[in-house]
């Protein structure tokens, strides 16, 4: 099982990243789908996660609003598109898919919001 994420980097405060996480050797669809971020000095958080289906989706206040999660599960991809980026959003990102007990993680990208 593989977790490739890509789509991260350095943004100005008020700019837009999209996230991309390609999974292999699993049946996606049947993964809930999460992005976690961590920043410097802190601890994890979970951004936002997505049921199998697609149906349900779930974010942290702190980004309700401003951040979209989608999976396409004919690509094997889970995508965070995060607009009106500020720079306490700067952390790395990585997404989380979970089948328990079985979860899998990407390596990780890194997000900067910095003028």
């Known amino acids: 099982v593989q977790l490739v994420e890509s789509g991260g980097g350095l943004v100005q405060p008020g700019g837009s990243l999209r996230l991309s996480c390609v999974a292999s050797g699993l049946t996606f669809s049947l993964y809930e789908v999460r992005w976690y971020r961590q920043a410097p000095g802190q601890g994890r958080e979970l951004v936002a996660g997505?049921?199998?289906?697609?149906?349900?989706?779930n974010y942290a206040d702190s980004v309700k609003g401003r951040f979209t999660i989608s999976r396409d599960n004919a690509k094997n991809t889970v995508y965070l598109q995060m607009n009106s980026l500020k720079p306490e959003d700067t952390g790395v990102y990585r997404c989380?898919?979970?089948?328990?007990?079985?979860?899998?993680w990407g390596q990780g990208t890194q997000v900067t919001v910095s003028s």
């Open positions: 997505m049921s199998r289906s697609g149906g349900s989706t």
């Open positions: 989380n898919i979970v089948n328990l007990p079985r979860t899998y």
